[in-house]
């Protein structure tokens, strides 16, 4: 009984060996290969539907933009109707370039023309933009783009490296003043505006204008015989000569 229980178990290895020829073991091996590429293709489309890719992040680019804003002097003395150098946004809309879908419709409000900030989108369309985009009462991020803005009057000023005094010499500037050549702060007139815009596009190389003012003020001359100390010294002097024939 057992030797025939163990010749049944031999038959059966033999025929289970004799199945799995190399041609058929092979394919089990091209048939496990592809399931396993499928698999993985599987698994790479599930992660990327649960993780679709990021739009690209707009703060990490700068625009090729140049926004044109009024202070909030400017824009108190346009609202006011007061006498002022500054324009209203209404007389400045000739130099916008930009897409009023993308950037805002201009809107009058109180007679006042104004960028409506509730129709202000996206900003990634400018982000191939080849030449600067003008972007009048600018409502995007201040961070993306270059900046003009208008004053009524911009005192006199002088930088760091002018403030050391040559042959009584003293240098100043007026009516621009540019940091980082990434905001420009300008008196307005029409010439230094169209200038400025030229100067930031350019990365401040190019300009007609020039903001520096030279001024030599002349030496003052003192009399000394004036002086309390002078005149101390004069006085001793006086006493020591007297000195010598009546001390």
């Known amino acids: 009984m057992k030797i025939n229980l163990i010749v049944g178990l031999a038959l059966t290895t033999l025929l289970l060996v004799s199945a799995l020829t190399p041609e058929a073991y092979a394919l089990t091996q091209e048939e496990q290969a592809s399931n396993k590429a499928e698999l993985e293709k599987a698994k790479t489309k599930a992660h990327e539907n649960a993780n679709p890719p990021r739009p690209p992040d707009i703060e990490a680019y700068r625009i090729k933009m140049i926004a044109v804003n009024l202070s909030n002097s400017c824009l108190s003395l346009v609202k006011n ?3 002022t150098k500054c324009p209203g946004y209404e007389n400045l809309t000739k130099y916008d370039t930009t897409n009023p879908s993308y950037s805002g419709k201009f809107i009058v409000k109180n007679g006042h023309t104004y960028r409506d900030p509730k129709t202000v989108k996206n900003e990634s369309v400018y982000l191939n933009t080849v030449d600067y985009i003008i972007c009048v009462d600018c409502k995007h991020k201040k961070s993306l783009y270059k900046e003009i803005i208008l004053v009524p009057s911009l ?9 050391i005094i040559v042959n009584n010499t003293f240098t100043y500037y007026a009516k621009r003043s540019v940091t980082n050549c990434e905001k420009a702060t300008i008196e307005f007139s029409t010439f230094l505006l169209l200038d400025t815009m030229e100067f930031l596009r350019s990365d401040c190389k190019n300009t007609a204008f020039d903001e520096k003012i030279i001024i030599q003020k002349p030496y003052t001359k003192h009399d000394i015989s004036t002086s309390k100390a002078y005149q101390y010294q004069k006085w001793l002097q006086e006493m020591k000569t007297k000195c010598k024939t009546k001390c």
């Open 81 to 83: 109707n007061m006498t």
């Open 155 to 163: 005192p006199l000023y002088k930088k760091d490296t002018d403030k």
